[in-house]
């Protein structure tokens, strides 16, 4: 195996140089963020895990480094590893979440010694690499896959700090907009509408996915038609006062409005209301990072943290069903024939039948401007609160706030192909997975887009998952 050059030679392409500032700028950025989000824990809570489905911080920090030693220095370079053992140490799929704890893992200051000096030889590294040589490294693609690798994990450690409660303070908390609060009716609803209505989605094919390419994962790809009949999709996610409707009309102790596994899980778990709601003996409140509040205070709220059967079981009581994938990214993407000529959603179009766009919005990238994303909000917003972040049809709140749980299991496309790795995505097709879309507050600007594709178990509610309903035109 080689070793890392000590200093850079030459650039092969001095055209590059503006892409490799851009990508060490990417990088940095994102080292940043993480080290914001996890810099005043101390040492022993960044070494316990909150749960046993999720990995002590520490891990999650020594596993981000070990990926970009990796993809950046050892396959690029075909190096050995920095330090033997940590290849093992920090493999997701060698050692399963509940073991992590049991492994021989760096402490604070070792993680963060770490960190810096991987990423002082991908610095090395990078000064020598070809962005023209072959597939991995053309136009930076597998530098932009290690910081949408780093975004991800930072929404997995806030899923751990949340799960700390007050054991964890936000570093800073941004103002979210605070629209006019919506009428009772629509809060209480129980078709999950009301006053603010139900989009027509209109029949027809779409191209749904987007071409392979720098930022994207693989299962994104290929472009491919997609027929979708008519159908009706409310205009927001539910909120908070709409849930609470459901549970006082005792939604979690009628069988009729749960599947069998959804049945199995409420027996199993005793679960009778979203996690971080609690009932004090006079109301119910809820807890985010931003503190606990009564539910009635914040029932304008996307309701966030419910798991895949709490979606289904409220969607039924609501006389409405959850979107497949393909409804949810036609309502997202899809363009009028008004629309697809200003903002780059024709052209887009082109790839396949129908004409649509990168996002709701179009094609420009998501932003704090449109969406509630981004980390720093640390919780759900006021239905309403970004109108600039509404769809073609009308439709708001797709991106940001809460990943959107869909009725589909997690498939490849026709023609998909595994790259750079079959443990991207190729190893959980077919599994007990279900797909989410659209982003939480808690998602990065890269992950936060109307193609990309999250998946979990049906029973997860750890993550900043909520509910989007459509029914049959």
């Known amino acids: 195996m080689k070793s ?3 200093e850079p030679t030459a650039t092969p392409h001095k055209a590059d140089a503006a892409l490799k500032n851009s990508i060490l700028a990417a990088l940095d950025e994102a080292r940043e963020r993480t080290w914001l989000l996890v810099g005043g824990l101390s040492d022993a809570d960044l070494r316990a895990a909150a749960t046993d489905f999720l990995s002590p911080p520490v891990w999650d920090l020594g596993h981000i480094a070990n990926f970009e030693e990796l993809w950046l220095v050892q396959r690029i370079l075909d190096c050995a590893e920095l330090h033997p053992g940590y290849n093992d140490t920090y493999d997701a799929f060698r050692h399963p979440r509940e073991e992590r704890p049991t492994l021989e893992l ?31 490294t053309r136009d930076g693609f597998v530098h932009h896959m290690l910081v949408l690798h780093e975004h991800q994990h930072q929404e997995t450690l806030l899923q751990t700090m949340q799960m700390r409660g007050a054991r964890y303070t936000p570093p800073t ?10 009428s009772a009716g629509y809060r209480a609803g129980r078709d999950g509408a009301d006053d603010a209505g139900w989009v027509h989605v209109p029949a027809g094919r779409f191209a749904m996915g987007w071409p392979a390419g720098p930022g994207l994962y693989d299962n994104e ?11 009706a999709m409310a205009r927001y996610p539910v909120t908070v006062g709409q849930y609470l409707a459901f549970l006082d009309a005792g939604g979690y102790v009628d069988a009729a409005l749960w599947s069998p596994r959804g049945r199995d899980w409420l027996t199993a778990t005793s679960h009778h209301a979203p996690l971080y709601w609690r009932f004090d003996g006079a109301e119910w409140l809820r807890g985010d990072p931003r503190g606990e509040r009564p539910v009635a205070a914040v029932a304008d709220e996307v309701l966030c943290h419910v798991t895949f059967f709490e979606a289904e079981a409220f969607a039924r009581w609501s006389g409405a069903r959850l979107p497949s994938e393909a409804e949810w990214e036609k309502a997202a993407r899809w363009r009028t024939g008004d629309d697809a000529g200003d903002d780059g959603g024709a052209a887009a179009g082109a790839r396949g039948a129908g004409a649509v766009a990168r996002n709701p919005w179009g094609d420009a990238p998501a932003s704090t401007d449109c969406a509630n994303i981004d980390q720093l909000g640390f919780g759900t917003s006021r239905v309403g609160a970004y109108p ?20 589909d299991g997690f498939e490849a496309y026709p023609g998909f192909e595994a790259y750079p790795y079959d443990e991207c995505s190729k190893v959980f097709f077919g599994g007990d997975y279900r ?23 049906p029973y997860r509610r750890q993550i900043f998952s909520g509910i989007r309903l459509v029914r049959d035109a």
């Open 173 to 182: 908390i941004r103002d979210l907009p605070a629209p006019a609060a919506r």
């Open 221 to 231: 790809s290929p472009v491919h038609d997609v027929d979708v009949p008519a159908f």
């Open 388 to 407: 600039a972040g509404a769809s073609a049809l009308g439709i708001e709140h797709l991106i940001g706030d809460v990943w959107e749980w869909c009725s």
């Open 4 to 6: 890392v050059p000590a």
């Open 106 to 136: 760096l402490d604070h200051d070792g993680v963060r010694a770490y960190m810096a000096e991987v990423r002082g030889r991908t610095m090395d590294v990078l000064g020598v690499t070809d962005l023209h040589a072959d597939r991995l």
């Open 435 to 457: 797909v989410l879309r659209g982003g939480s507050w808690a998602t990065r600007a890269g992950c936060a887009h109307a193609t990309f594709r999250n998946w979990d178990h």
